[in-house]
Each structure stands twice: as C-alpha cells, then as structure tokens.
Nanobody, 122 residues
Framework: QVQLVESGGGLVQAGGSLKLSCAAS????????MGWFRQAPGNERAFLAA????????SYAQSVKGRFTISRDTAKNTVYLQMNNLKSEDTAVYYC???????????????WGQGTQVTVSS
C-alpha cells in the first residue's frame, strides 16, 4: 500500500512562491495518476491539479491555472506542486493523492497524504 507524505508548506507573503513535495513509499508512484487538493476551514476539499502516470498530461483548476504547476519525478518517486504568485485565498491544508484514474474528483483517488499547511499573509 502506498504511503504519501507532503512537505514544503509554510508561511509566505502574498506574491511569493512555495514548492510542495509529495514523497511516496510502499509503491511506485509511476503506477498512479496523481492529484493535489486543498481544504480551507469550513470548505470542502477542492481539486487543484492532476497529472497522468506518464506525466504527459496535466489538468488544473481555473483558480490556479497559470500560477501552479504539477510535475513528477519517477526516479525520486515524488510529485511536486510549484505555487507562484500566492494569494491570501490560497491559505489551506494541501493534500496529494494517488489513484488509478486521471480525474479531478477526490472520490476517485485511493491514497492520501496527511496534508501540509500553507498560509499566505497579505
């Protein structure tokens, strides 16, 4: 069973950047489509970005398109989320997820990390 661990969150000023990492153990991430989601207090978990097993295709939520970039490194068994031009509304707990299908729906992902907090100060 795949275990996922996110890292790279923290406090950043508006307009700044962060790069989140999602490292896997117990299995090869190359077998899975990967997604990034976030959840702010009082809100449902929201889709941000997804990448296919090969890394050849990506999908983004409109709210982050052009600012966030998802990528994967098969050799490091890690998936990344580069976040630029951060805004206060990006403040949330960020989760990575692994699944068999390349989708935007959280319910289709089978494995989840514990989350990492991102706080953007204005």
């Amino acid at each position: 069973q795949v275990q996922l661990v996110e890292s790279g969150g923290g406090l950043v000023q508006a307009g700044g950047s962060l790069k989140l990492s999602c490292a896997a153990s117990g299995g090869a991430l190359s077998n899975y489509a990967m997604g990034w989601f976030r959840q702010a207090p009082g809100n449902e978990r929201a889709f941000l970005a997804a990448i296919t097993r090969s890394g050849g295709s990506t999908s983004y939520a409109q709210s982050v398109k052009g600012r966030f970039t998802i990528s994967r490194d098969t050799a490091k068994n890690t998936v990344y989320l580069q976040m630029n031009n951060l805004k206060s509304e990006d403040t949330a707990v960020y989760y990575c997820a692994a699944g068999w299908s390349f989708t935007i729906y959280a319910s289709t992902y089978d494995y989840w990390g514990q989350g990492t907090q991102v706080t953007v100060s204005s």
